[in-house]
């Protein structure tokens, strides 16, 4: 199933790529919302796996991608905004909403803001609050700030490297390159991750969220280093129509490792009644 080229909506002046899978399938659309510093294209296949169900769109938040770039700070309710917009701009008055890590803040923010246009929320790999508890650990930080005299593409690798895990890496170790190598076709310019950043550090909806009631699904993985899993739990317990599910061996991008695990979570969830 294949996705028509990008298109364009605008959030008040910024232009936000976008692009849809599934349009002819008719049930509730799914809104897909990428994290700090991702593009639409890291969603890789699960677009297209979900779009089985239902119509399912994809977008660059400002800042990355084919979105514009405009001048920081963001804010995550900004960038809700921004999600809205598109909402508005794809004529869906409801829809469900998926976020992950950053994406997940934005769909909190969403979901807070415009409680009567959304039906399910899928939660992945996020927290309540940027001030995470625990924290990511030192090398996990490290891996993700620059250092003189690396190569873009190794300082690249380095990154991308901790949303796995090293036994997951070795394990597939032509797979990962080929991540390295596609993740690197994407503009990701320093301003938009700058901007997103700063987003992140001023958001704390922890009291917030108890106010929504939408069935919600919060899946993490068990060795995710940079939002590590205690953030989902808790986030969890404070949902009060929430369900916790657990990824084995997973990292930050648990919907790359998994085997189709998430997936199929993902579309069992969003077709329950109610």
């Known amino acids: 199933m294949t996705a028509r080229h990008p298109r364009q909506a605008y959030s008040g002046t910024v232009r936000l790529a976008y692009s849809v899978y599934g349009e ?20 890789h296949d699960l677009p297209q796996w979900l779009a089985r169900d239902r119509p399912v769109a994809v977008f660059d938040n400002r800042g990355m991608g084919d979105s514009d770039v405009p001048e920081g700070p963001y804010s995550i309710e900004q960038l809700a905004d921004d999600a809205l917009s598109l909402m508005d701009a794809l004529n869906w008055d409801h829809a469900h909403v998926m976020g992950i890590s950053m994406g997940g803040m934005i769909a909190l923010a969403l979901s807070l803001a415009a409680p009567e246009r959304v039906g399910r929320l899928v939660l992945g790999c996020t927290s309540d609050c940027g001030r995470l508890n625990p924290a990511p650990d030192r090398e996990a930080m490290s891996a993700m700030m620059p250092t003189a005299g690396t190569s873009p593409r190794d300082a690249l690798a ?51 969220v108890r106010q929504l009631t939408s069935p919600s699904l919060v899946i993490h993985g068990d060795k995710d280093r940079l939002i590590p899993m205690a953030n989902g739990q ?3 317990t404070r ?22 695990r998430s997936a199929d979570l993902i579309r069992e969830f969003l077709a329950s009644p109610g």
């Open 158 to 208: 380095k990154a991308l490297a901790i949303n796995y895990t090293p036994d997951w890496i070795e394990r597939n170790p032509v797979h990962f390159q080929s991540l390295v190598d596609r993740a690197g076709q994407y503009r990701r310019r320093a301003r938009g991750i700058l901007g997103q950043i700063s987003a992140i550090s001023r958001f704390d909806m922890a009291d917030q």
């Open 239 to 260: 949902l009060p129509n929430a369900r916790f599910e657990m990824l084995m061996d997973c990292g930050h991008l648990f919907w790359h490792m998994d085997d189709g």
């Open 234 to 236: 808790r986030l969890a």
């Open 24 to 43: 002819s399938v008719s049930a509730a659309p799914l809104l897909m919302i990428m994290g700090l510093s991702g593009v639409k294209e890291d969603w």
